[in-house]
């Protein structure tokens, strides 16, 4: 009965070891704000090439886009964003991924933004600002991004209850 007890304690223990094997960032979703006009040839190349490059490479990549010329609540927006990146030029198109502004249409720029997030944990651009969120969606969780290790530890403190419920007694019997 004690070696099936320090076996079920080893198997524990290794689920919690090589989770961290796991990459943290990997798959994570983050946001990408662009803030465009309708006058400006280089804004639809911005979206264009989030519709069809991003889209396949890096699906991760939640897409915005904010028409600031044609909304004066995302030009507002726009410029709390543009105060906390310190950016000083305000012609669209400007694209907000992560910790990164990109000012025009930057291909490599953008790309390395977009590998960055994919393989980092990148806050949202209004985290960043530290512009107030708005409320939760209605699907919010309070273990939000962390569930694999939330589940991991429910299922292994369930485990352990289980198998000292059911071979409690056996273990104080043969002490």
């Known amino acids: 009965m004690k070696k099936l ?32 006009t309708s006058d400006c040839p280089h804004c639809q190349n911005v979206v264009n090439y989030f519709e069809i490059v991003s889209k396949e490479q890096y699906p991760e990549a939640i897409v915005n886009v904010f028409p600031f010329s044609e909304d004066g609540k995302y030009y507002s927006r726009f410029l709390e964003l543009a105060d906390a990146y310190k950016i000083k030029n305000d012609k669209a198109p400007v694209t907000f991924i992560g910790p990164f502004a990109i000012v025009g249409y930057q291909v490599d720029e953008i790309q390395d933004a977009l590998a960055f997030c994919k393989s980092n944990t990148c806050k949202n651009p209004e985290e960043i ?3 107030q969120e708005k409320d939760p969606a209605p699907g919010f969780s309070l273990i939000g991004k962390n569930k694999l290790i939330a589940w991991a530890i429910v299922i292994v403190a369930l485990g352990i209850i289980l198998f000292i419920a059911f071979f409690g007694r056996r273990l104080k019997r043969d002490n």
């Open 5 to 36: 007890f320090t076996l079920f304690l080893i198997f524990s223990f290794s689920l919690l070891l090589f989770y961290p094997l796991v990459p943290a960032g990997a798959a994570e979703d983050f946001d990408v704000f662009i803030f465009t």
């Open 129 to 131: 600002a530290g512009v």
